[in-house]
């Protein structure tokens, strides 16, 4: 079965220092990886993904992910932390599986989510 | 504005009591998906639809119902609402092109 795992609930960062939140996933074939972030009281808005080819992924708002097939991991990162960075942080893969056997069923399997908090 | 919209936002409701939740998006995408979101849980799918009259049961789909008569309309209906059914959920859509879900505000449902 596919899965995502975030390994941290929190991470807290100094603003203006780089920042990491975790993601590794276990697939059977070739992931579709994303980033989601949700913010205080308000829907999830998609940041980045990965499909294929280069494994720096830069998205939204200045953050980028690497993909490392090696190591099955998908992390987010952004050089320099902003406050208005903290939020909850979702990591997701597209499952391949369903009834019609393809891949695009289309549901996204999410890690359980990573709060970022950013201290001035 | 491309968006997917989700109503009522906020409701609190009695054991037992039929609600259905709406969802609608004007980006004429095929895919249409629920999620509850849970703390520590993440998200997880109760039911998609990959196109009008296709549904399918996702990850939670125990006491839900939904159904996708027109395109661009996936409500979810709760028969029986029951206190563990109390959760935020999220409506969620997405074309053929292969991007990611836009997902609507999502309804902070309690059940008392």
């Known amino acids: 079965a596919q899965s995502v795992a975030q390994p941290e609930d929190q991470v807290n960062v100094a603003e203006g220092n780089p920042l990491t939140v975790k993601c590794t996933y276990s697939v059977s074939g070739n992931p579709y990886l994303f980033w989601y972030v949700q913010y205080p009281n308000r829907g999830l808005q998609f940041l980045l993904k990965y499909i294929t080819g280069d494994n720096l992924v830069k998205g939204s708002y200045g953050f980028e992910a690497e993909f490392n097939k090696s190591q099955t991991s998908f992390h987010l990162k952004k050089p320099s932390a902003l406050v208005s960075d903290s939020a909850l942080y979702f990591c997701a893969v597209r499952d391949i599986g369903g009834r019609w056997g393809s891949s695009n069923t289309g549901k996204l399997i999410f890690g359980q989510g990573t709060t970022l908090q950013v201290k001035p | 504005e491309a968006q997917v919209t989700q109503n009522p936002r906020y409701l609190i409701t009695v054991t037992g009591k039929k609600l259905t939740v709406t969802c609608s998006q004007n980006m004429n995408h095929e895919y249409m998906s629920w999620y509850r979101q849970d703390p520590g849980l993440g998200l997880r799918q109760i039911y998609y639809?990959?196109?009008?009259?296709?549904?399918d049961k996702g990850d939670v789909p125990e006491g839900y119902k939904v159904s996708r008569k027109e395109k661009r309309n996936f409500p979810l209906i709760l028969e029986s609402p029951s206190p563990n059914q109390t959760s935020l959920y999220f409506c969620a859509s997405r074309g053929y092109n292969g991007g990611g879900y836009t997902f609507g505000s999502g309804t902070r449902l309690t059940v008392v």
């Open positions: 639809s990959m196109n009008v009259e296709v549904t």
